[in-house]
């Protein structure tokens, strides 16, 4: 076994002046995570199980008008409102990644976290989606493949940050900053999603964080997310 | 104990029961040879929880991206940007990462197949032997009448084929892509050509440019090389400590580049070319140069007239685009798909020229590559000898015209009346379905080849396929079924192919690389072969792009085409536009059609887009579904409300609307192709941005499956 | 025993001046033996409506709840209408429902108890029946609503190999506990009043019914010694079970007041959702008066229309506590600020379900404040039985605005969302109905529903005095 370090703050930085709104990224995870699609009828009725999705909501009147994009995932709250209402411990914060995790073998099913959530980033398996024959294929065998009944939402991809993890120790080194990417970060096309560990201020993360364009959402709940906006607009030459 | 026998002498060998106690290391996804070996030595692809990753490109659309797939057992897991290839650097867009459900997609054509032009009763699976007859008897039928329609991407296949038809006196094969259309690529070319001499696409280096003017070109979406261009967006935007870039999008629907812009510039359709025109003649002007006398003429008020903005507003943003130090003016996609497209782009084009930008950083530079066009009014060709009986054989491969084409072309018609439909499509498109045979391709997850890069490389590229899995199906290469074909009729035609198979063809064709000075060399092929399958493709070391070495702006006065006048509140412009379905090859791929559309969140349908106020007043309400009509043809679709777009224009997205391709895309929305005019422009590119629709109510309702909440956005219930 | 006279207190002799003190069940005592055969006939006639009934109930609990649960278990979640945002539908709403119902039986029974108001003799039993089937069908919803019910007992603190327990700071653990005290504790407290008639069955039935009661009335013999043992017994289960009834539907609330949802996450839900409970559960229990009065033999005697009007008050007064309530949750949103609030509340009135909303407010505001101030109202039992009906109605759509119109607005416009509940449960609501009416009415013929020795006690401490000329009503306080 390696030696115990401190922990790493995973954290996750979003761009919005770069963000173009493309969806590259909610694509990227569904197939990293397994994520099933669900078809016409459910997703009309609020039930696409995006781990993130794009808020987009208009600026303006028409001509002046314009789109903000803000893509949204699990915050992955220092003070997490999911946390505490579990009654079995399957939204637990894990020590070693500065995270929350989804537990989908002890949930059973509540979904007070769900509503709990100020961010409305979990989800529901409303029924028990198969891929049909072969397209089962492709599943990641990293990833567990969630049953009906559970709840589920973004981990960071967390089986690549274990996954860095042991490459590095394996290589008896310590991870490099940039080396472990979410699939959304690895997909996004504008660069406008930066990840690494926030408690190393060297990292491109924590120095992107430190921007004066930068947000949380809902900052003023108090979940502390870490999860950092950086706000998108600006001044020609600005 | 090793030895090696050839993929099909084992499949015909393994019937006796040879091999019982070694492992099929051949049955790894790129081996072409069965090697038997010890169970003791794993081949890595075979080790229980191990990862293997194969470089190859994606071919979702023909921009050639890298991409990297981690592989699993002998599955395909995840697909991934290639970090090292010089289009996209890693990154990549939703339909590149939603492949692996075209590779394991269920309603795969699994074998060969005599299809009978969907006759059920007729139909029925055939073996290749019997298919490589089919294909041998075709090829040996009278050259003129023999036709190739293949796919937009510059692939192996391509060269292939333009040599075989070369070689047996046939046309040069039709090429067509719903995609090119939409980008104007043809258009632009001729306008480079006409422009700057030289037949290339441009490439414009958006990454340093600051004030930027684009025409149409949605290069956020599908145009060109999205990612490589999203990539630049990026840098653009934030890639600069001091400098943030200024887009000004002139398009009547706000599409997605347009809704990241920071002025979109709502402009009626059709006022493209004078718009463009009139910023020459101020810019020029504010800058000292010359005005060239095709814009001399143009009054600022006539351009304003034209395209309903105002002209302090005109004259307000000549001068930004004057005072910028790197400006640079992007002509493409609907702009261009006007009567006037070809004079837009030269004039935007020139406008480059006008503020010196050419070669510069954050100007317009050409591509190395060189290609033959693919025009729409070569197609149109090909569909007029179909017509006249004059095509006996129709060879189709990579695209699927029966949903691209605009309906009034009259594709359908003119397939009837060739004899002999031969389609190499890897699903049952609609194309594929009214052929007389399908003799399936391997999906690009699992084949060979290359692709050359046209626009988005900062430097001349190569981009390789390699297969990540062994073929999940009987199905074969086409370019392994051409050269058996070409093989069997013998002669002359034999002697020039004298390839085993596909991958010899392909060394063959790579071997002017190996001197070519790119960022790896080896001693022979087969090192080199090595490489290029490693790194996904071969390109240069350092960027090496050439400025235009001259810049002729278009001489003679222009009539400028006054946009068409619309009886107010009847008549309506109606915009086509692409979405991440791409071509509409992608409407098979569940996740593609679970994705929100990026500006308006709806998901597994098509939708037309209506100003809420125009809604309004035609008294129609979100999710009424009303029919479209053309003189072409009518489609219906529900109403989206959408608040970014011209009230006297109306938009549905292209893609849907298939009556095949498989249980995701079938019976799903609308296909606007069916409402497209055909006529094309100067350059010959459809001039599908100047349609004219009416509207009228159905009286029934489609709820759109919509991520967003009507009520929370749009505060209705 | 006895020790004190008074004068009764409740009856006014001013205002009751022309009124037969003979109408109260207190003043108008029947022979012991009388009374206990009109129980026993009660408890043994059966109909054949009765067992019509009985049968239709069974067939709804195993095709309404069990049928349409199993379909749910088995095919997931998603054949109810929940969805994003809004995670709890139905399922919960009418949880707090039966939970709400199943409040007034204590209430009535032991805070009535300990203040000695003695209009409540002849029906605290029905009332605590009533709080046990509640609990028994509104226990099985924190089951039903789960996504994988099969795993269940994860939730409960069992000793394991693995030393996982249940997150003791998540109140739908706190919920579980104090659901099961509530549900242990009310079934004791209605077990041990019922002793002594059970010994009355006993001695006066033969067969599997006497089999049952001998077992079930665990030997009594009425002797001075059970007599004083059962009483001190109920009197400690009475001031016990108010803290515990406080509690559970206080935890309830904490369900939502824990939470961080706008709208949720407020003090004052404790007490506004035990007022509101206790406002559902009264009126429950005057629609089930009603109910035996007009179906059971011989119960017309003992429920009669001075017991409608004495809970029509106490309605009417627990109306006025709930609208305070309701009025001071808009006071804190504005007192506090909170946009995400003001917004939720302005959309419950102005959403696409406001109706439901206006429901509440008619139903439980305007009906019983138009109504229950008129005596003569209050005194006629159909109608207190449609105004208990519809308060419990509004009581209804009060808890479905609370949990799925608020969900629905939170504080991403872009997430809001519309909650259609489907029709598994809708079934499944109406199964639960149907358990409770099936066991209720089970009950009323296995048990005696009238607590003879309660009416019986009351009835001797209760006389008619003559002083003078006049007769007056007078009551021997029960020291216990």
């Given at each position: 076994m390696a030696e115990q370090k401190a922990p790493q703050k995973w954290g996750l930085v979003v761009d919005l002046d770069r963000c173009t709104g493309c969806n590259a990224c909610i694509a990227a995870c569904s197939m990293e995570n397994n994520i099933p699609f669900v078809g016409e009828d459910e997703v009309a009725y609020g039930r696409g199980l995006y781990w993130l999705y794009n808020k987009r909501e208009w600026r303006g009147e028409y001509p002046e008008i314009k789109p903000a994009f803000e893509p949204v995932m699990c915050q992955q709250c220092g003070n997490a409102p999911c946390e505490p209402v579990c009654p079995v411990f399957a939204s637990v914060h894990s020590e070693e990644e500065q995270i929350n995790l989804a537990v989908y073998n002890r949930c059973v099913g509540t979904r007070y976290c769900a509503n709990n959530c100020p961010y409305h980033a979990r989800q529901f398996n409303y029924f028990d989606y198969e891929l049909p024959e072969p397209m089962n294929s492709y599943l990641n065998p990293d990833v567990t493949v969630r049953r009906r009944g559970v709840m589920e939402k973004c981990t960071f991809c967390v089986q690549r940050i274990v996954r860095g993890r042991q490459k590095a120790a394996a290589e008896g080194r310590e991870v490099e900053d940039g080396e472990i990417q979410p699939a959304c970060v690895q997909a996004c096309p504008a660069g406008a999603l930066v990840f690494g560990d926030v408690s190393n201020p060297e990292s491109k993360a924590s120095q992107m964080a430190r921007n004066q364009r930068r947000y949380q959402l809902l900052e003023e709940l108090g979940t502390l997310p870490r999860v950092t906006y950086l706000k998108g607009g600006g001044r020609y030459g600005g | 104990m090793s030895n090696t026998l050839s993929r099909r002498d084992f499949l015909k060998l393994s019937g006796l029961g040879a091999a019982v106690s070694a492992v099929l290391t051949g049955c790894g996804p790129m081996a072409r040879y069965i090697v038997r070996k010890p169970y003791t030595s794993m081949p890595e692809y075979n080790q229980t929880g191990l990862s293997t990753y194969y470089a190859s490109t994606c071919r979702e659309c023909p921009a050639g991206c890298g991409i990297i797939v981690r592989t699993k057992e002998g599955r395909a897991i995840t697909i991934e940007g290639n970090p090292q290839h010089p289009v996209n650097r890693g990154r990549l867009c939703s339909r590149g990462v939603t492949a692996q459900q075209g590779l394991y997609n269920p309603d795969r054509i699994r074998g060969p197949v005599f299809q009978a032009r969907g006759d059920a009763g007729r139909a029925k699976a055939i073996t290749w032997d019997e298919a490589l007859n089919v294909v041998q008897q075709a090829l040996a039928s009278s050259p003129d009448q023999i036709a190739f329609l293949l796919g937009a991407a510059p692939d192996h296949l391509f060269d292939l084929v333009s040599e075989m038809t070369a070689t047996l006196g046939a046309p040069a094969p039709v090429r067509y892509?719903?995609?090119?259309?939409?980008?104007?690529?043809?258009?632009?070319?001729?306008?480079?050509?006409?422009?700057?001499?030289?037949?290339?696409?441009?490439?414009?280096?958006?990454?340093?440019?600051?004030?930027?003017?684009?025409?149409?070109?949605?290069?956020?979406?599908?145009?060109?090389?999205?990612?490589?261009?999203?990539?630049?967006?990026?840098?653009?935007?934030?890639?600069?400590?001091?400098?943030?870039?200024?887009?000004?999008?002139?398009?009547?629907?706000?599409?997605?580049?347009?809704?990241?812009?920071?002025?979109?510039?709502?402009?009626?359709?059709?006022?493209?070319?004078?718009?463009?025109?009139?910023?020459?003649?101020?810019?020029?002007?504010?800058?000292?140069?010359?005005?060239?006398?095709?814009?001399?003429?143009?009054?600022?008020?006539?351009?304003?007239?034209?395209?309903?903005?105002?002209?302090?507003?005109?004259?307000?943003?000549?001068?930004?685009?004057?005072?910028?130090?790197?400006?640079?003016?992007?002509?493409?996609?609907?702009?261009?798909?006007?009567?006037?497209?070809?004079m837009t782009a030269r004039s935007l084009l020139y406008l480059n020229a006008v503020v010196e930008n050419l070669g510069q950083p954050g100007g317009v530079f050409l591509t190395p590559a060189q290609v033959a066009a693919t025009d729409f009014a070569a197609v149109k060709e090909l569909v007029r000898r179909m017509t006249d009986s004059k095509v006996k054989v129709l060879f189709i491969h990579g695209v699927n015209p029966l949903f691209e084409l605009p309906g009034a072309l009259g594709f359908g018609e003119a397939l009837a009346k060739v004899p002999l439909v031969i389609s190499f499509a890897s699903f049952p498109d609609e194309t594929a379905l009214a052929s007389d045979y399908i003799l399936p391709d391997h999906t690009p997850l699992e084949s060979f080849g290359y692709q050359r890069v046209l626009a988005g490389s900062d430097r001349p590229a190569y981009s390789s396929f390699q297969p990540v899995v062994v073929p999940l199906y009987d199905t074969r290469a086409t370019a392994d079924v051409l050269l058996a074909a070409v093989k069997q009729l013998g002669m002359a035609a034999a002697q020039a192919f004298p390839y085993k198979d596909e991958v010899e063809y392909i060394q063959q064709k790579l071997l002017p690389l190996?001197?070519?000075?790119?960022?790896?060399?080896?001693?022979?092929?087969?090192?080199?072969?090595?490489?290029?399958?490693?790194?996904?493709?071969?390109?240069?070391?350092?960027?090496?792009?050439?400025?235009?070495?001259?810049?002729?702006?278009?001489?003679?006065?222009?009539?400028?085409?006054?946009?068409?006048?619309?009886?107010?509140?009847?008549?309506?412009?109606?915009?086509?536009?692409?979405?991440?379905?791409?071509?509409?090859?992608?409407?098979?791929?569940?996740?593609?059609?679970?994705?929100?559309?990026?500006?308006?969140?709806?998901?597994?349908?098509?939708?037309?887009?209506?100003?809420?106020?125009t809604a309004e007043e035609l008294g129609l309400h979100d999710d009424d579904v009303v029919r479209i009509s053309t003189p072409f043809g009518f489609v219906e679709a529900s109403v989206y409300r959408y608040p970014a777009i011209r009230p006297d224009t109306i938009a549905i997205p292209f893609g849907q609307g298939h009556t095949a391709l498989g249980r995701w895309a079938e019976g799903r929305g609308c296909n606007p192709a069916q409402v497209l005019p055909t006529t094309t422009n100067a350059a010959g590119d459809l001039t599908f941005g100047s349609v004219v629709a009416t509207i009228l109510p159905t009286g029934k309702r489609r709820p759109l499956a919509r991520v967003e909440s009507k009520e929370g956005i749009y505060g209705e219930h | 025993m006895a020790a004190e006279t008074n004068l009764l207190q409740a009856v006014k002799p001013a205002e009751h001046a022309e009124e037969d003190p003979r109408e109260h069940l207190m003043f108008d005592p029947r022979p012991r033996e009388e009374m206990n055969r009109m129980v026993m006939e009660a408890m043994t006639t059966t109909t054949r409506r009765y067992w019509i009934w009985l049968i239709a109930l069974g067939l709804g609990v195993a095709v309404l709840l069990f049928g349409a649960w199993g379909n749910m278990i088995l095919t997931g979640i998603g054949v109810a209408g929940v969805r994003r945002p809004i995670f709890w539908g139905v399922f919960i709403v009418t949880f707090v429902f039966?939970?709400?119902?199943?409040?007034?039986?204590?209430?009535?029974?032991?805070?009535?108890?300990?203040?000695?108001?003695?209009?409540?003799?002849?029906?605290?039993?029905?009332?605590?029946?009533?709080?046990?089937?509640?609990?028994?069908?509104?226990?099985?919803?924190?089951?039903?609503?789960?996504?994988?019910?099969?795993?269940?007992?994860?939730?409960?603190?069992?000793?394991?190999?693995?030393?996982?327990?249940?997150?003791?700071?998540?109140?739908?653990?706190?919920?579980?506990?104090?659901?099961?005290?509530?549900?242990?504790?009310?079934?004791?407290?209605?077990?041990?009043?019922?002793?002594?008639?059970?010994?009355?069955?006993?001695?006066?039935?033969?067969?599997?019914?006497?089999?049952?009661?001998?077992?079930?009335?665990?030997?009594?013999?009425?002797?001075?010694?059970?007599?004083?043992?059962?009483?001190?017994?109920?009197?400690?289960?009475?001031?016990?079970?108010?803290?515990?009834?406080?509690?559970?539907?206080?935890?309830?609330?904490?369900?939502?007041?824990?939470?961080?949802?706008?709208?949720?996450?407020?003090?004052?839900?404790?007490?506004?959702?035990?007022?509101?409970?206790?406002?559902?559960?009264?009126?429950?229990?005057?629609?089930?008066?009603?109910?035996?009065?007009?179906?059971?033999?011989?119960?017309?005697?003992?429920?009669?229309?001075?017991?409608?009007?004495?809970?029509?008050?106490?309605?009417?007064?627990?109306?006025?506590?709930?609208?305070?309530?309701?009025?001071?949750?808009?006071?804190?949103?504005?007192?506090?600020?909170?946009?995400?609030?003001?917004?939720?509340?302005?959309?419950?009135?102005?959403?696409?379900?406001?109706?439901?909303?206006?429901?509440?407010?008619?139903?439980?505001v305007a009906i019983p404040w138009l109504t229950l101030w008129n005596k003569t109202i209050r005194r006629t039992p159909w109608a207190m039985f449609i105004i208990t009906l519809l308060i419990n109605v509004g009581m209804y759509a009060e808890r479905y605005t609370i949990i799925p119109l608020t969900l629905g607005h939170q504080r991403s416009p872009f997430d809001w969302g519309v909650y259609n509940p489907q029709w598994t449960e809708i079934s499944i609501a109406l199964g639960t109905l149907c358990l409770f009416m099936f066991l209720y009415l089970a009950a009323s013929r296995l048990i005696p529903l009238v607590p003879v020795w309660e009416v019986q006690e009351g009835q001797m401490a209760h006389t008619l005095r003559k002083v003078g000329k006049a007769e007056v009503p007078s009551v021997t306080e029960l020291e216990e």
């Open positions: - | 892509n719903a995609l090119t259309t939409f980008e104007g690529r043809t258009t632009l070319l001729e306008a480079a050509r006409l422009t700057f001499g030289e037949e290339t696409l441009p490439y414009f280096d958006l990454a340093n440019a600051d004030v930027t003017f684009a025409f149409g070109a949605n290069f956020l979406e599908n145009w060109l090389s999205p990612v490589a261009y999203t990539r630049a967006y990026g840098e653009f935007r934030q890639g600069r400590p001091t400098r943030r870039g200024y887009l000004v999008v002139f398009e009547a629907r706000q599409s997605l580049t347009a809704g990241n812009a920071d002025e979109w510039i709502p402009i009626r359709p059709g006022s493209e070319a004078i718009l463009a025109a009139v910023f020459n003649r101020l810019v020029a002007e504010a800058r000292g140069k010359p005005v060239s006398p095709a814009f001399s003429t143009v009054t600022v008020s006539a351009a304003a007239a034209a395209s309903g903005v105002s002209e302090e507003k005109i004259r307000q943003l000549a001068q930004l685009f004057a005072a910028a130090s790197h400006p640079l003016a992007i002509p493409g996609g609907s702009a261009l798909a006007q009567a006037d497209g070809l190996i001197e070519a000075g790119g960022f790896y060399t080896a001693p022979e092929i087969f090192t080199f072969w090595s490489r290029w399958l490693q790194y996904g493709g071969w390109w240069k070391p350092q960027a090496e792009l050439s400025a235009p070495r001259q810049a002729v702006p278009p001489e003679e006065a222009f009539p400028f085409t006054p946009p068409v006048e619309l009886e107010e509140g009847k008549q309506f412009y109606l915009i086509t536009f692409p979405n991440h379905f791409g071509d509409g090859s992608g409407a098979n791929r569940p996740w593609l059609q679970e994705l929100p559309d990026w500006m308006t969140t709806v998901t597994w349908n098509s939708w037309v887009e209506i100003h809420p106020k | 039966w939970i709400g119902i199943s409040h007034a039986g204590t209430f009535v029974s032991a805070i009535l108890r300990v203040f000695k108001a003695e209009f409540r003799r002849p029906f605290t039993r029905a009332a605590e029946l009533m709080t046990t089937f509640g609990l028994a069908a509104g226990a099985l919803y924190p089951l039903i609503h789960l996504g994988r019910v099969w795993v269940f007992y994860w939730m409960i603190p069992y000793p394991n190999a693995r030393w996982l327990w249940p997150n003791f700071r998540s109140p739908l653990v706190w919920d579980f506990l104090a659901i099961t005290t509530y549900l242990l504790s009310s079934t004791i407290y209605l077990y041990l009043p019922l002793v002594p008639d059970l010994a009355m069955a006993r001695d006066r039935t033969k067969g599997w019914r006497h089999t049952i009661y001998k077992l079930l009335a665990l030997g009594w013999r009425g002797t001075e010694a059970e007599w004083y043992r059962l009483r001190k017994a109920i009197n400690i289960f009475a001031f016990a079970i108010i803290p515990v009834m406080f509690s559970v539907h206080t935890i309830v609330s904490w369900d939502f007041a824990v939470g961080m949802v706008a709208g949720w996450h407020s003090t004052i839900f404790g007490p506004y959702f035990i007022v509101g409970a206790i406002l559902s559960g009264v009126a429950a229990v005057v629609t089930i008066l009603f109910v035996l009065r007009n179906t059971m033999k011989h119960f017309d005697y003992f429920i009669r229309v001075e017991h409608f009007d004495a809970l029509g008050k106490l309605l009417l007064v627990f109306s006025m506590a709930w609208a305070y309530f309701f009025f001071n949750e808009y006071l804190l949103s504005w007192y506090g600020g909170d946009a995400a609030v003001k917004q939720v509340l302005t959309l419950h009135a102005t959403g696409p379900a406001a109706w439901v909303w206006y429901t509440m407010l008619i139903c439980n």
